[in-house]
């Protein structure tokens, strides 16, 4: 038998992409923080005032989610008011990326809210069947997850 070569696949390994920041400036209202690149998802955060927006760009799935986890902790040790998880850029979530959702919104303390943005039916049916049964606060864009920031929880959507 004559032997042969197999291609297989490469293990998922970081991509690094540098996010540049200019020369110390006063601290703008969306300061860009930098960022971390997979294969299959971005994650960047920005500041919005007091509110850090965490923003996922590609598949939230069972490779990419314990990086989504690891930022939205890292984002709750910074001790925001108000985290915002925008997952507007998302083309797939499924339940490993559901799990690291509803576990930040439990982990998440009363000086700490977490809030989510869907905008597509992606995201948008995962979030709904455990919306209610989480008391998750999902909002239809980021502009109105932000503005909606300063009030209580609740009312979203």
């Known amino acids: 038998m004559k032997p042969f070569a197999v291609d297989l696949p490469h293990p998922r390994r970081p991509l690094l992409e540098v996010v540049p920041r200019s020369a110390p400036r006063p ?9 971390r690149r997979y294969q299959d998802l971005t994650i960047t955060l920005e500041w919005c005032g007091r509110t850090l927006v965490v923003a996922a760009d590609g598949d939230v799935d069972l490779n990419t989610a314990p ?7 890292a984002a709750r040790n910074r001790a925001p008011r108000r985290i915002i998880a925008d997952l507007s850029r998302v083309r797939f979530l499924n339940s490993a990326g ?3 959702l ?6 998440s303390g009363p000086g700490t809210g977490l809030r989510l943005v869907a905008t597509t039916r992606a995201t948008w ?33």
């Open 67 to 73: 990086m989504l986890r690891d930022a939205l902790e």
């Open 98 to 100: 559901l799990a690291v």
């Open 27 to 35: 601290r703008p209202a969306v300061e860009p923080v930098p960022g």
């Open 102 to 107: 509803i576990d930040a919104h439990r982990r």
């Open 125 to 157: 049916r995962p979030l709904r069947l455990v919306q209610d049964r989480e008391r998750l606060v999902i909002h239809s864009s980021r502009e109105a997850a932000v503005a909606a920031s300063s009030r209580p929880e609740g009312g979203a959507r």
